[in-house]
């Protein structure tokens, strides 16, 4: 989204090691990349973004992708194909109890594993590893918390600046799938 937060187009990796092949696969499991070492993606229940319009949190919370690495001179170029779903809410309302409050966190629910440790590989997260479901599966909270006690405010119109905020969660197919939002109300 033009105008948010910590976006660039472009970044510059360093590896160690020699490469000459035309081209190599890339696999991004997020910035806690250790805990998987490409093979798997931990999609997190509990998310947290600071800060409306900016998904920069989504590292650390499941975003994932896979490219391939093109030579070009003695350098390596790829576009990063994101295999994560994500979704952006944007609530907004005209009843002046509800405007007066602030969102605290924004829970989805489904029958099916939304969250959870998946296999990945070159392609990207194998959805047969989809975890059974379970209680600790099935619904993944974003906290919204720019500071404490503070959270994103909920205006009378769409806002993207003002309360913007973006989820991962497993791609897929979902039966039963709810959105509720949590959100509190200082002066009641």
Not at 24 to 53: C, H, L, M
Not at 115 to 135: K, M, V
Not at 171 to 183: C, E, K, M, Q, R
Request: net charge positive; charged share 15%; glycine share 6%.
């Amino acid at each position: 989204t033009p105008g948010g937060v910590k976006r660039a187009t472009k970044a510059s990796f360093v590896f160690a090691g020699t490469f000459t092949a035309p081209s190599y696969p890339v696999r991004y499991t997020g910035q806690e990349w250790w805990k998987t070492q490409g093979k798997k993606v931990i999609i997190k229940a509990s998310q947290r973004q600071t800060i409306p319009n900016d998904a920069s949190h989504i590292g650390l919370d499941g975003d994932c992708g896979t490219a391939t690495a093109t030579k070009v001179g003695n350098r390596y170029h790829f576009t990063l194909d994101h295999k994560a779903a994500y979704i952006t809410f944007l609530p907004f309302s005209t009843q002046a109890i509800v405007r007066t409050s602030e969102i605290e966190k924004i829970r989805v629910t489904a029958d099916q594993a939304v969250c959870g440790e998946f296999n990945f590989n070159d392609a990207g997260i194998d959805l047969s590893s989809r975890p059974a479901p379970s209680a600790a599966n099935q619904s993944i909270e974003l906290h919204l918390y720019p500071s404490w006690p503070a959270s994103f405010p909920i205006p009378n119109t769409p806002t993207i600046s003002a309360n913007a905020a973006t989820m991962v969660i497993a791609p897929g197919s979902y039966t039963n799938f709810t959105v509720d939002y949590i959100f509190r109300n200082n002066g009641t």
